[in-house]
T-cell receptor, first 111, second 117 residues
């Protein structure tokens, strides 16, 4: 079983749609959770950290369910510029600063 | 935010040659840098953790004699792919770790695309 699992997509949605991505992680000892965005042939960039209470940043909302080892990202009012691959990332339980990346979910927002 | 640079951004080389990739933290000191590799449509895979002034720690399955890492200063780490082969063609990305608060952050370089012919 992969340490971090995501639906690879692609999710193909019209502009203005709401889209949700899910992610599960295997090790309950992980303590830090993130969503990164990666554009084609570019490095990943931190979109937002994910906190136990859930957190929101503009059109983006992240949720964490520790009991189910499940992380989600909700994007409201999708823009064309949101088209990218979204990576679910957790820290290694054995080293807090080592990150474990999911393989990513690709989002295509069409006009 | 913190800036990390990589050089070169892309390189094409012949099989059997060695390629050096530099990773620099431009506006902060990074005692720890990480090297990742990403094959097409796959996730970033951590190759090694590079600590300034000490030997790098390699992940399981990564050959330390093939991927030489040198972290000579607080702002520079280098990855040398020795005797490169076509299967080493990949996107190599470094990150620099900045421990400021409890929400520690890695800052990623723009990546180096290696193509071995």
């Amino acid at each position: 079983r992969k340490e971090v699992e995501q639906d690879p997509g692609p999710f193909n949605v019209p502009e203005g749609a709401t889209v949700a991505f899910n992610c599960t992680y295997s090790n309950s000892a992980s303590q830090s959770f993130f969503w990164y965005r990666q554009d084609c042939r570019k490095e990943p960039k931190l979109l937002m950290s994910v906190y136990s209470s859930g957190n929101e940043d503009g059109r983006f909302t992240a949720q964490l369910n520790r009991a189910s080892q499940y992380i989600s990202l909700l994007i409201r009012d999708s823009k064309l510029s949101d088209s990218a691959t979204y990576l679910c990332v957790v820290n290694s339980p054995w080293s807090s600063y080592k990150l474990i990346f999911g393989s990513g979910t690709r989002l295509l927002v069409r006009p | 935010g913190a800036v990390v640079s990589q050089h070169p951004s892309w390189v094409i080389c012949k099989s059997g040659t060695s390629v050096k990739i530099e990773c620099r933290s431009l506006d902060f000191q990074a005692t720890t840098m990480f090297w990742y590799r990403q094959f097409p449509k796959q996730s970033l895979m951590l190759m090694a953790t590079s600590n300034e002034g000490s030997k790098a720690t390699y992940e399981q399955g990564v050959e330390k004699d093939k991927f030489l890492i040198n972290h000579a200063s607080l702002t520079l780490s280098t990855l040398t792919v020795t005797s490169a082969h076509p299967e080493d063609s990949s996107f190599y990305i470094c990150s620099a770790y900045l421990a400021v608060t409890s929400t520690d952050t890695q800052y990623f370089g723009p990546g180096t695309r290696l193509t071995v012919l």
